[in-house]
């Protein structure tokens, strides 16, 4: 998969960081400039969505025998398995939006990030980090959607998932979700610079 013009921006780290927060920033910020040009990919899952999701705004909720015809096709550029289902990012939509120039952003997690470091190596990789092991406990428990144990079963894996930021290419601290989104902005930017001095005009104007 080429960028063709577009770069692939990855926002990945432990289930309860606040990705999605940061992640609705951008968009909403890049929605009300003169020259939005990110485009937001929305991922499927296997589980049933939650009280405050739709299908089709945060993720396609798809069934577990979807999720493996996709495979087979090779339609997913990468995929997960989590606590109680599998997620995964649609091929079709990431290529069509690169090839039009536009920036697209995956917020999905550290193992899809390492598939996608493999498959589209310019992709810029955003390790969101928490604070703390404890403010993530606490995010976790305040969304109000998960038992002890799977709670357990998510701080194990973040705990993992902590020990993997140095293959990527920024780690952002999420301690509050406007100074982490204009971080990231500030990234997307500095991308679009370099990719803009890149492109010298072959034949320059004498003067």
Do not use: C
């Amino acid at each position: 998969m080429a960028s063709h013009g577009g770069r692939l921006i990855v926002i990945a780290g432990p289930s309860g960081v606040g990705k999605g927060s940061v992640v609705q920033r951008l968009l909403s910020a890049d929605r009300t400039s003169e020259d939005g040009r990110l485009a937001y990919s929305i991922s499927v899952k296997t589980r049933e969505p939650r009280a405050n999701e739709q299908d089709g705004r945060e993720y396609y909720f798809i069934s577990e025998d979807t999720f493996d015809e996709m495979l087979r096709h090779g339609e997913l550029l990468e995929w997960a398995p989590f606590v109680d289902h599998r997620s995964g990012t649609p091929r079709r939509f990431v290529d069509e939006a690169l090839r039009t120039g536009r920036d697209v952003i995956l917020e999905i997690d550290v193992k899809g990030a390492k598939q996608v470091r493999e498959k589209v190596p310019d992709a810029i990789l955003i390790f969101l980090a928490p604070p703390s092991m404890d403010e993530l406990e606490r995010r976790l428990r305040g969304r109000g959607t998960e038992d002890d144990e799977r709670i357990a079963r998510r701080l194990e894996t973040a705990a993992w998932e902590m020990t993997q930021q140095g293959w990527f290419d920024h780690v952002i601290v999420n301690e509050d979700v406007v100074r982490a989104a204009d971080e990231v902005a500030a990234i997307i930017e500095a991308s679009r610079r370099g990719r803009s001095s890149d492109r010298a005009p072959e034949h320059p104007e004498e003067t």
